[in-house]
Structures are given as C-alpha cells and as structure tokens.
C-alpha cells in the first residue's frame, strides 16, 4: 500500500521488534505482538480544552465544586503561589516510535498519574502541553504547606512513573524509559479570571511563572529542581542536594537552585525547630503541670483527655514535647500520631499513623514486613488475631490483607475497623500506662474523627492519657465528658517575648526600639517571633553597635515572612465570600473601626452585616468592643491586617480608601475637624488628589493650632507631594 498523494510506503512498525508490517495487520507478523493502529484520518493535538475536558473523570470527587467555590474570592487578588512544571523526557521519540495515535494514548495514561497525584495534595492542574503539565499549589485553593505538598506532588509522580514504566516492561510494550522533569518555585502572582475549566489567568506579577519553567528547563530527567524561595520555606522537611547557583533567562541574577533527594524523617515545622534546638521554654508552666497531674490519675486506672487548644504558632507542640521529656523516665508507653495538612482526604490517616508507630513500621517496609511486625504485636498483646489483623493490615495498606475474603456490609467493616483500633488502645494499656497524643485534629478526616470519639468513650476505666492539639476552628464532639479537660494556650507576655528574642540573637543587650519593633508586629506568638527575627537577620536590618543589637534601616519596610502570609491567609480564605469581603475592607480602615462606620461604608441591610460581623468574631479574627450598635471591631492580630490589606490590588485599595473618605464625610459632616487625620490618610490613599490635598492641607493647619508642629510639617510636605500628582487647569 501507497500513500495516494505522496506516494509514502504504508507500513505499521511494531513497538516490540520494530518489524514493518503491512496497514491490514493487527498483530506483528514477526514476533506476534499487538499493534497500535491509528484511525483514518491522522490525529490532530487536542486543544487544551478538549483536554482538559478528557480528563475530568480524573479529579477527585467534589473538587471542581470546592475549585469553582473560590472564583469570586480569588479573582483580582494578590496571593503568594507555589507553581510546579513537569515535562516528559522523550516524547517525540515515543511519538516517532510508536505512531501519534498510540503516543497520544500512552500520554492520557501519564495524565492521569500527573492529575491524580497533583490533585492527592489539592494541587491544581491549570495547563496541559503535550507532554506535562502546569500545577498551582495556593491557588485557586489557598493551602497551608503549599511549597512542602508541591515537592511531596513530584516525588510521588516520580515514583508512580517508575511503576508505570515496570508494568509497561510486564506487558512487553517496547517504549522507552519514560522520566519527568520538574521544577518548582514560589512567589507572587496576580490572579486574575477563574474559568468553569478550573484554569487560572493570570495577570502579570513579577516572574513566578516563567522561573518555575526555567527551573524545570534545567532539571535532569526523573529529578524535581526548586529554587531557594521554595527551599527556604520547606527547609528541613526534605533532604536536597545544593547545586549552586545558575543563570536563567529573564533574570539578571544567578538563581540558587537545589535538587530534591528524598523526605527527611521530619514532617512538621516543629520537627525540624526540635532538631536544630528551641529556645527557652517559657510561659507555659501551669498548663504543664496540668497534664502532669492528668498522667497521674491516669496511672491509677482513670483515664484522662486533654485538648491543648490555641491558633497557630502559640506553643501546642511545644507543651507536648515538654510533656514527653518529662515523664521520659516514667514506665509508659507514649505514642503520637499526626494529621497533616494534606491527609484530610485519606481515611484513618490518624489512626494509621498511630498504628505504624506503635508496630515501628517504616516507609520503607514492604507487606511481609509489615505482617510480620503486626502479627508480633498483636501476640505481646494478647490479641486475637482473626477479628484483628486484617483490618490493620488493610488500614497499612498491605495488598492481601484478608478483608478481601470477609464479606460484610460497609457498615459493619466500618464498625469491625474501629473495635479493632480500641482493642489495641485498651489491650496496651494493660501493660504499662499509655500516653497517646493526636496532634492537629483541625486537619483530621471523618472518619478518624469517629473513630476518635469511639476510643476515647472507653478509656474512663483504663490506664490512658489522650492529648488532642488543635485550633480553635475545630469543636470536637466529646468537650463535654468529665474526664476530659481543656487547656487554651494565650500569647506570651512581653517579658516571655523578650525572653525569646534574647535567645534567638544571642545576647540580652538589645536597642529598645529592636524590641519594641519585634513585640509590635508579634504580639505574643512565639512563632511569628522566631520568623520575624529570622526575617530581620536575613534582610540584615539587625546590626551590632558595640555588643548592643540594634536597627539598621528603616524597619516598616520589612515584609512579612511567607511562613505567616501562608497561615493568615488560609484562615482568611476560608471564609465565606461576604466575611471574607467585609474584612479586605476593614483592613483598609485600619486596626479598628466603628460599627456606625463600616454600616455606612458597605451599605448593606443590617441583619446582612451582623451575620457576616458574627462569622469574623467567631473565627476570631476579629473581637467587638463596647456595646452594640455603639461597638467599635478591632482586629485581633496587627499581622492580620496587613496581610488582607495585601492581598487587594492597588487599584482596588484606592477604591476602598476613598469609599471610607466618603462615608466618614457623610456620617460625621457636622464635627469633620475631628476626622482631618482620617480623612487625609484615606484620601491620600485613593485617586482622589483635591480632598486629599484638602485635607492634608486643613490637618496641617489644625496641628499648627494645638502647637504640634513635627505633625504639622508632615501634613504639610505630604500635602505638597500631593499638589505635584494634580494636573494644572
């Protein structure tokens, strides 16, 4: 056969052997193997819609809906992401080799792997080329740990491709080693429109995008590359190799580049603080005591649970190694297992990590392993096997665990599981007292949590502590039990905080301006401290003045560290479109601002407002002074302010400044002089020059009056910097 309108030999290569065969076989007529045909008319590249239309059956249930939830929440914002690129080592070969049709479909199978294991750490695919993908970790979903979900992303597609490639051999299809190449970083994008295709505009914000395609550019096959912004805020959790540093189009400077090798053995923030040395542990004395005399009663047969609650960064970790250091002496068995922030979507992920810590499975253990260490462990606990091990076996994710061949309703499995978990709790606690700590319940999965309160119902008459962290964002369904207790951790005072400060710069002599600086932007939260002094470190605005620490340069302008945009941001991504709304706009207004105030500012229908003001208080976010209507909401944290206010668009915090100029005008036009500094600060702020000029201009002139001439001489420069941006008439 000819081809009619070049005259081309059609023939048909096989993949195996690479014998040509004539277009009519179906199968080689050398070694027999099947062949890849194509259809009559020549494959065409789809397009990136047709694509990502055929592989929508690959998103996990639920997620186009939790995707498309956030459009109106994201569109136009500011928002620090985490952008990951894999592309195929290969592919034109593969497509030369095997024919577009047969190329094409090899590659919806590398889709899938690509999807499946870039959505298992609710990242977003947002592009697709003809041999990789695009991924978003923070965006459209605002995660915590998204730089961390991104390297564990590309480690688990390298892994999945290496079984893919064996199972490709098994099958005899003869194509050549298939490896990703990845590289990730992380920075600053706009977001701009968010279609019903999940994809993500964006709008141009430095090179966040381009440098993770560089990056990618210049990582080895089967190798994921990130740059010094993505290691920096995953340092610790993942072993790498540094590759120096490399020049890469678009930027003027060489960028640090490090190669992933492998996760280390840390999984927390904490993990990693606990290795490299804490500072002293303060102001959480009481609270360990507390859990001391709980470990008592508990050795005596009355079980006891703590919940150790408190936002993020106040110390819960902190008091639990504490704790564990100090019964380290004790005859007790101490477990701890752990929610991550990305295994809400794995059922039992809690009970699965308290089950491999106590049978000391390790990752690297395969199924004989893992049966063989249960089965050792059932037997020093006196535990019958049968209605136990296939359902641990099953939960460790041994393929034959037995379960296979018990037929039961769901119901019933469910229930078999869960007794199973008990009878390791009540049965180890006959041996010596146990101690099991569950850490980060706000990340937990349902079916963890029943599970939980199953156990935890039973252990009144049993030698066991259980110890919950987690936030307040979380309510459990056991609070009420008289064995159970709960310990709210609050923020250092500011002799705790220097206490810290000293520590983490080595020397008691600092300036009190540096002090009041550090204890101003952290109000108490020993982990914005630590990242805030890093901070300071890093952008050298801390010197030495003799053997005194002090400040260099002009510290307001010192951005705030990702670590804590990430976990503010989260919170406040999560709320519901209105809240989420009327707190941008209350981190326009400043630290504070009247009830009569933001009623005039957003216009809305009172019974509208009090519900998304209740949504703010409960999220505690923000707290209510005085009494309604004559209240006044004032943000919890400093910190929170600033990152909702970076979050919005300048163009858009100019709207929202001059809105509040305007309605501070129409709500109090009878007594403005008292509102001259408002009203210049906001206006200034906005497009609006001639109010702004205005006002500047009428504060000066008051300051003058009561004798404040410094302030008078700010009002006035600023007023004349403002004079030069309006046009002449």
Same mark, same amino acid.
């Given at each position: 056969? &000819? /081809? =009619? %309108? $070049? +005259?081309? #030999? *059609?023939?048909?290569?096989?993949?195996?052997?690479?014998?040509?065969?004539?277009?009519?076989?179906? &199968? /080689? =007529? %050398? $070694? +027999?193997? #099947? *062949?890849?045909?194509?259809?009559?008319?020549?494959?065409?590249?789809?397009?990136?819609?047709?694509?990502?239309?055929?592989?929508?059956?690959?998103?996990?249930?639920?997620?186009?809906?939790?995707?498309?939830?956030?459009?109106?929440?994201?569109?136009?914002?500011?928002?620090?992401?985490?952008?990951?690129?894999?592309?195929?080592?290969?592919?034109?070969?593969?497509?030369?080799?095997?024919?577009?049709?047969?190329?094409?479909?090899?590659?919806?199978?590398?889709?899938?792997?690509?999807?499946?294991?870039?959505?298992?750490?609710?990242?977003?695919?947002?592009?697709?080329?003809?041999?990789?993908?695009?991924?978003?970790?923070?965006?459209?979903?605002?995660?915590?740990?998204?730089?961390?979900?991104?390297?564990?992303?590309?480690?688990?597609?390298?892994?999945?491709?290496?079984?893919?490639?064996?199972?490709?051999?098994?099958?005899?299809?003869?194509?050549?080693?298939?490896?990703?190449?990845?590289?990730?970083?992380?920075?600053?994008?706009?977001?701009?429109?968010?279609?019903?295709?999940?994809?993500?505009?964006?709008?141009?914000?430095?090179?966040?995008?381009?440098?993770?395609?560089?990056?990618?550019?210049?990582?080895?096959?089967?190798?994921?590359?990130?740059?010094?912004?993505?290691?920096?805020?995953?340092?610790?959790?993942?072993?790498?190799?540094?590759?120096?540093?490399?020049?890469?189009?678009?930027?003027?400077?060489?960028?640090?580049?490090?190669?992933?090798?492998?996760?280390?053995?840390?999984?927390?923030?904490?993990?990693?603080?606990?290795?490299?040395?804490?500072?002293?542990?303060?102001?959480?004395?009481?609270?360990?005591?507390?859990?001391?005399?709980?470990?008592?009663?508990?050795?005596?047969?009355?079980?006891?649970?703590?919940?150790?609650?408190?936002?993020?960064?106040?110390?819960?970790?902190?008091?639990?190694?504490?704790?564990?250091?100090?019964?380290?002496?004790?005859?007790?068995?101490?477990?701890?297992?752990?929610?991550?922030?990305?295994?809400?979507?794995?059922?039992?992920?809690?009970?699965?990590?308290?089950?491999?810590?106590?049978?000391?499975?390790?990752?690297?253990?395969?199924?004989?392993?893992?049966?063989?260490?249960?089965?050792?462990?059932?037997?020093?606990?006196?535990?019958?096997?049968?209605?136990?091990?296939?359902?641990?076996?099953?939960?460790?994710?041994?393929?034959?665990?037995?379960?296979?061949?018990?037929?039961?309703?769901?119901?019933?499995?469910?229930?078999?599981?869960?007794?199973?978990?008990?009878?390791?709790?009540?049965?180890?606690?006959?041996?010596?007292?146990?101690?099991?700590?569950?850490?980060?319940?706000?990340?937990?999965?349902?079916?963890?949590?029943?599970?939980?309160?199953?156990?935890?119902?039973?252990?009144?008459?049993?030698?066991?502590?259980?110890?919950?962290?987690?936030?307040?964002?979380?309510?459990?369904?056991?609070?009420?039990?008289?064995?159970?207790?709960?310990?709210?951790?609050?923020?250092?005072?500011?002799?705790?905080?220097?206490?810290?400060?000293?520590?983490?710069?080595?020397?008691?002599?600092?300036?009190?301006?540096?002090?009041?600086?550090?204890?101003?932007?952290?109000?108490?939260?020993?982990?914005?401290?630590?990242?805030?002094?890093?901070?300071?470190?890093?952008?050298?605005?801390?010197?030495?003045?003799?053997?005194?620490?002090?400040?260099?340069?002009?510290?307001?302008?010192?951005?705030?560290?990702?670590?804590?945009?990430?976990?503010?941001?989260?919170?406040?991504?999560?709320?519901?479109?209105?809240?989420?709304?009327?707190?941008?706009?209350?981190?326009?207004?400043?630290?504070?601002?009247?009830?009569?105030?933001?009623?005039?500012?957003?216009?809305?229908?009172?019974?509208?407002?009090?519900?998304?003001?209740?949504?703010?208080?409960?999220?505690?976010?923000?707290?209510?002074?005085?009494?309604?209507?004559?209240?006044?909401?004032?943000?919890?944290?400093?910190?929170?302010?600033?990152?909702?206010?970076?979050?919005?668009?300048?163009?858009?915090?100019?709207?929202?400044?001059?809105?509040?100029?305007?309605?501070?005008?129409?709500?109090?036009?009878?007594?403005?002089?008292?509102?001259?500094?408002?009203?210049?600060?906001?206006?200034?702020?906005?497009?609006?020059?001639?109010?702004?000029?205005?006002?500047?201009?009428?504060?000066?002139?008051?300051?003058?009056?009561?004798?404040?001439?410094?302030?008078?001489?700010?009002?006035?420069?600023?007023?004349?910097?403002?004079?030069?941006?309006?046009?002449?008439?």
């Amino acid at each position: 056969n &000819f /081809c =009619g %309108k $070049c +005259g081309t #030999k *059609l023939e048909r290569f096989c993949p195996q052997c690479n014998f040509a065969n004539p277009c009519e076989y179906e &199968f /080689c =007529g %050398k $070694c +027999g193997n #099947k *062949l890849f045909f194509s259809s009559e008319t020549p494959t065409k590249e789809l397009s990136f819609d047709d694509k990502l239309t055929k592989i929508q059956k690959y998103l996990p249930k639920g997620l186009t809906e939790k995707i498309l939830s956030q459009r109106d929440k994201i569109e136009g914002e500011r928002k620090q992401v985490t952008v990951m690129f894999c592309d195929m080592e290969g592919f034109t070969q593969l497509t030369d080799k095997l024919g577009p049709d047969a190329a094409y479909t090899i590659m919806d199978q590398i889709y899938e792997i690509l999807i499946h294991k870039v959505h298992d750490f609710e990242g977003t695919v947002n592009e697709m080329t003809g041999d990789g993908i695009m991924a978003l970790y923070g965006a459209p979903i605002t995660l915590e740990d998204a730089p961390q979900r991104s390297i564990r992303s590309s480690l688990a597609i390298h892994r999945e491709l290496t079984k893919f490639n064996d199972s490709m051999k098994q099958e005899k299809v003869n194509i050549p080693t298939l490896r990703m190449r990845i590289g990730i970083h992380t920075g600053p994008v706009v977001v701009g429109t968010l279609g019903n295709d999940l994809r993500v505009e964006f709008k141009a914000v430095g090179d966040t995008v381009n440098i993770a395609s560089r990056i990618e550019g210049l990582a080895e096959p089967g190798t994921t590359y990130i740059t010094e912004d993505t290691f920096k805020l995953t340092e610790g959790i993942f072993r790498v190799e540094a590759l120096g540093e490399r020049k890469i189009k678009g930027k003027d400077k060489p960028v640090k580049i490090y190669r992933v090798i492998a996760p280390s053995t840390r999984r927390t923030r904490f993990d990693v603080s606990a290795e490299r040395g804490l500072t002293p542990f303060v102001g959480r004395n009481r609270e360990l005591e507390l859990l001391l005399d709980g470990f008592e009663r508990s050795k005596t047969g009355r079980g006891q649970a703590f919940s150790i609650v408190s936002e993020a960064g106040l110390g819960k970790s902190r008091l639990l190694y504490e704790f564990r250091k100090a019964v380290s002496d004790e005859n007790v068995t101490f477990i701890e297992g752990k929610c991550l922030s990305y295994s809400r979507g794995v059922a039992y992920h809690l009970h699965i990590d308290i089950l491999k810590a106590n049978f000391d499975i390790r990752e690297s253990d395969g199924d004989f392993e893992i049966i063989e260490k249960v089965k050792k462990g059932l037997k020093l606990l006196a535990v019958e096997e049968g209605s136990t091990l296939p359902y641990l076996l099953e939960q460790l994710g041994v393929k034959n665990s037995g379960t296979e061949k018990i037929t039961v309703s769901p119901d019933v499995k469910r229930d078999r599981i869960v007794e199973a978990l008990k009878r390791i709790v009540l049965k180890g606690s006959e041996i010596r007292p146990l101690i099991l700590a569950y850490e980060d319940l706000h990340w937990m999965d349902k079916s963890s949590e029943d599970a939980l309160k199953y156990i935890m119902e039973s252990i009144p008459g049993a030698r066991v502590l259980m110890i919950f962290t987690y936030r307040p964002d979380f309510v459990p369904s056991w609070g009420g039990r008289s064995y159970h207790s709960q310990i709210t951790l609050n923020r250092l005072s500011n002799r705790e905080s220097i206490v810290m400060i000293a520590h983490l710069l080595g020397s008691t002599n600092i300036e009190p301006e540096l002090e009041d600086s550090i204890l101003m932007k952290t109000e108490g939260i020993p982990f914005f401290i630590e990242e805030f002094v890093k901070s300071f470190n890093d952008l050298k605005f801390i010197e030495i003045r003799g053997n005194t620490y002090g400040i260099s340069k002009d510290i307001q302008s010192v951005t705030i560290p990702s670590k804590i945009q990430e976990v503010i941001m989260s919170r406040i991504d999560i709320l519901p479109e209105g809240a989420k709304s009327l707190i941008q706009i209350f981190s326009v207004a400043g630290r504070e601002i009247s009830h009569a105030l933001i009623k005039q500012v957003m216009q809305l229908p009172e019974k509208e407002l009090l519900n998304r003001l209740s949504v703010l208080k409960d999220s505690e976010l923000l707290y209510e002074r005085g009494i309604y209507p004559e209240s006044d909401y004032i943000f919890k944290h400093a910190l929170t302010q600033e990152v909702a206010y970076d979050s919005l668009l300048i163009e858009k915090r100019k709207e929202i400044h001059e809105k509040i100029g305007k309605s501070i005008e129409d709500s109090y036009r009878d007594r403005l002089n008292d509102y001259y500094g408002n009203l210049s600060y906001h206006y200034s702020r906005s497009n609006n020059y001639e109010k702004a000029y205005q006002y500047l201009k009428s504060a000066g002139e008051k300051a003058i009056r009561s004798y404040s001439f410094f302030e008078a001489f700010n009002f006035f420069r600023d007023a004349l910097n403002i004079l030069n941006r309006i046009p002449l008439s």
